[in-house]
């Protein structure tokens, strides 16, 4: 079993900047592929950010590149996920994921290769 634990959601104004943390406990965190996902209500939950088990490669969503970076600390099992440039349509509950399956280098950015889940934080955007 794998607990995973997001951080750091909160209100912010147009072009202001967030950063959501997410820890995870129970099993070998640092050979996984780690990700972040959004969802606004009534919508499908969508890909936002990946990163591959050593950091080394990370893949974003079009609507994201170059405003968000995600950098991993496998010393302390987090993911970091800094947003900046922030804007209305960010808005949306941010999900923590976590791929337990064999990985290797690959960066993956569909929801159905993810296995856990955290709770999920919201990150709202004012114009």
């Known amino acids: 079993q794998v607990q995973l634990v997001e951080s750091g959601g909160g209100s912010v104004q147009v072009g202001g900047s967030l950063r959501l943390s997410c820890t995870a406990s129970?099993?070998?965190?640092?050979?996984?592929?780690m990700g972040w996902f959004r969802q606004d209500p009534g919508k499908e939950r969508e890909f936002v950010a990946a990163i591959n088990w050593s950091g080394g490669s990370a893949a974003y969503a079009a609507s994201v590149k170059n405003r968000f970076t995600l950098s991993r600390d496998n010393a302390g099992n987090t993911v970091n996920l800094d947003m900046a440039s922030l804007k209305p349509e960010d808005t949306a509950v941010y999900y923590c994921a976590i791929r337990t399956r064999t990985s290797g280098s690959y960066v993956y950015t569909e929801r159905d290769d993810y296995d856990y889940w955290g709770q999920g934080t919201q990150v709202t955007v004012a114009s």
């Open positions: 129970g099993r070998a965190f640092r050979t996984h592929n």
